[in-house]
Structures are given as structure tokens and as C-alpha cells.
């Protein structure tokens, strides 16, 4: 099943980033995530949050930890909730949707190429933006406050930035492409999807407004959690997808 989700997935990747407007996520997420670092570092490194930190290096862990938690996390589900809502509503603009319900392709297959062609775009941009953001800290930690180079990431951090991506994407885009397989226009589900995203941002800030971080017990929870709903989810779309009622809506 997977092999020929995977031949689903990268040939439609290839065909998703002709849309100018799919090209410049990564783009505008790169370039939010830079922005969002310089800021954060003058705002730690050159102010009197400075001394804060330095004397309170728990405190400038806690607080890189929160805004790798928007930038790294949930930043980069832009794009593969954006690709996702395309999906099956774009197929329908297309009039590409029949020939692809045609195919011999399982329901199963044929959903999983759908999101395996969302998620792999998203997680490439979410690693690089892992190591972007990681270097730039620590170089401008290097040359303003040698004290706290490294203090961040810990283990746990990298940890969580490279588990928590796919988790979270996969669960958006579950989500998506059920909207997507409901929805007349493409906008309609670029507008629903928001819905997805912009709750699940406040999440990386929870241990932040109690003050305390995130642990290996919390982490291994939420990795648990969010496997059993993207599990949950996926087999929700697909229990709901049904290939006659799509195309009567044609």
C-alpha cells in the first residue's frame, strides 16, 4: 500500500508546486522564521531581559522552548494544510478528480498519497526551519552572550522539534481533506482549515503560562495522544470518503 501511495505522492507533488502561490509558502516560512529569531535574539541578547536570562539560564530555555514551539512546530503545518486543502477540491477544479477515482487504487491507497503529498513538503520545510533557527540562535548567542551557547536546544528539544511536526501536520491534514472532499471551491477550504491551525499554535505556549517546561513524561504523552488521533482521524476520512458521492457533486 505504501509504495503506491508513495507514486501517488510524488507525482502530485510535482504537479502542486506549479501553483506560485503553493511555491511561496516555504518561502514566506523561512522567512518569518529568520525574522522571528532576530527578533527574539536582540530582545533576549541586547535588552534588559539580557540579564534575566543570563543570570536564569532555566528561564531562557523555557522561553526558547515556547518560540521554537510556534516557529519549528506549528509555523511549517502551513504548508501542508495548504497542499492538503487543495487536494480534493483542486481535483474537482481540475476536472482531474474522475480519471483519478478510476484508477485500481484502494480508498486507503488513494488517501494516503493525498496525505503523504501534503505531509513530505511540510517536513522538509519544518527540519530546515529546525536548523535554521537552531544555528542562528546559537550564533548570535556566540557573539553577544557566550554563556548561554547551547543552553538551548536541550535533548528534549530537539526531541519534541522532530517529533512533533508530522504529528501535528498529520492530524491537520486529516482534518483537511475531509474538509476538502466536502467543499465546492479551494478558498473554502483554505478559510475552514484555519480553524485547524490557528488553536493548535496556543499549544507549545501551555507550559509557558504555567512556568513550567516541557518533560520527557509530558513529551512521551503528547506523542502518544497525537498518535492515537492521527491514527483516529485517518481512519475517519477514510470510513467517510466515499468515491460515487464525490463525483455526483461534480
Same mark, same amino acid.
Given at each position: 500500500?505504501?509504495?503506491? =501511495?508513495?507514486?501517488?505522492?510524488?507525482?502530485?507533488?510535482?504537479?502542486?508546486?506549479?501553483?506560485?502561490?503553493?511555491?511561496?509558502?516555504?518561502?514566506?516560512?523561512?522567512?518569518?522564521?529568520?525574522?522571528?529569531?532576530?527578533?527574539?535574539?536582540?530582545?533576549?541578547?541586547?535588552?534588559?531581559?539580557?540579564?534575566?536570562?543570563? *543570570?536564569?539560564?532555566?528561564?531562557? #530555555?523555557?522561553?526558547?522552548?515556547?518560540?521554537?514551539? /510556534?516557529?519549528?512546530?506549528?509555523?511549517?503545518?502551513?504548508?501542508?494544510?495548504?497542499?492538503?486543502?487543495?487536494?480534493?477540491?483542486?481535483?474537482?477544479?481540475?476536472?482531474? /478528480?474522475?480519471?483519478?477515482?478510476?484508477?485500481?487504487?484502494?480508498?486507503?491507497?488513494?488517501?494516503?498519497?493525498?496525505?503523504?503529498?501534503?505531509?513530505?513538503?511540510?517536513?522538509?520545510? =519544518?527540519?530546515?526551519? /529546525?536548523?535554521?533557527?537552531?544555528?542562528?540562535? #546559537?550564533?548570535?548567542?556566540?557573539?553577544?552572550?557566550?554563556?548561554?551557547?547551547?543552553?538551548?536546544?536541550?535533548?528534549?528539544?530537539?526531541?519534541?522539534?522532530?517529533?512533533?511536526?508530522?504529528?501535528? =501536520?498529520?492530524? =491537520?491534514?486529516?482534518?483537511?481533506?475531509?474538509?476538502?472532499?466536502?467543499?465546492?471551491?479551494?478558498?473554502?477550504?483554505?478559510?475552514? *482549515?484555519?480553524?485547524?491551525?490557528?488553536?493548535?499554535?496556543?499549544?507549545?505556549?501551555? *507550559? /509557558?503560562?504555567?512556568?513550567?517546561?516541557?518533560?520527557?513524561?509530558?513529551?512521551?504523552?503528547?506523542?502518544?495522544?497525537?498518535?492515537?488521533?492521527?491514527?483516529?482521524?485517518?481512519?475517519? *476520512?477514510? #470510513?467517510?470518503? #466515499?468515491?460515487?458521492?464525490?463525483?455526483?457533486?461534480?
Amino acid at each position: 500500500m505504501l509504495r503506491k =501511495a508513495w507514486t501517488i505522492a510524488r507525482t502530485e507533488i510535482r504537479m502542486v508546486f506549479k501553483s506560485r502561490q503553493v511555491r511561496s509558502i516555504p518561502a514566506i516560512v523561512i522567512i518569518m522564521s529568520v525574522c522571528f529569531t532576530l527578533i527574539t535574539g536582540w530582545l533576549l541578547f541586547a535588552t534588559p531581559f539580557f540579564s534575566l536570562a543570563i *543570570s536564569e539560564p532555566l528561564l531562557y #530555555n523555557l522561553m526558547m522552548a515556547s518560540i521554537m514551539g /510556534l516557529v519549528i512546530v506549528m509555523l511549517p503545518v502551513m504548508l501542508p494544510v495548504m497542499i492538503a486543502a487543495d487536494s480534493i477540491v483542486g481535483e474537482k477544479e481540475r476536472h482531474t /478528480l474522475v480519471p483519478l477515482l478510476a484508477t485500481p487504487l484502494t480508498d486507503a491507497e488513494l488517501l494516503l498519497g493525498k496525505c503523504l503529498t501534503a505531509l513530505v513538503p511540510g517536513l522538509a520545510v =519544518a527540519y530546515a526551519n /529546525l536548523i535554521l533557527t537552531v544555528g542562528l540562535m #546559537n550564533a548570535m548567542a556566540l557573539i553577544l552572550a557566550p554563556a548561554l551557547l547551547w543552553v538551548w536546544p536541550t535533548l528534549l528539544d530537539i526531541v519534541q522539534a522532530l517529533c512533533m511536526p508530522p504529528l501535528f =501536520a498529520m492530524l =491537520a491534514v486529516g482534518f483537511t481533506v475531509m474538509i476538502s472532499g466536502r467543499v465546492s471551491r479551494v478558498y473554502e477550504a483554505y478559510q475552514l *482549515s484555519a480553524f485547524i491551525i490557528l488553536p493548535a499554535m496556543l499549544i507549545p505556549y501551555i *507550559s /509557558l503560562f504555567q512556568g513550567v517546561g516541557v518533560d520527557w513524561l509530558l513529551l512521551g504523552l503528547a506523542i502518544a495522544i497525537l498518535g492515537v488521533a492521527d491514527y483516529g482521524v485517518f481512519r475517519l *476520512s477514510l #470510513n467517510l470518503f #466515499n468515491r460515487d458521492q464525490l463525483v455526483t457533486r461534480l
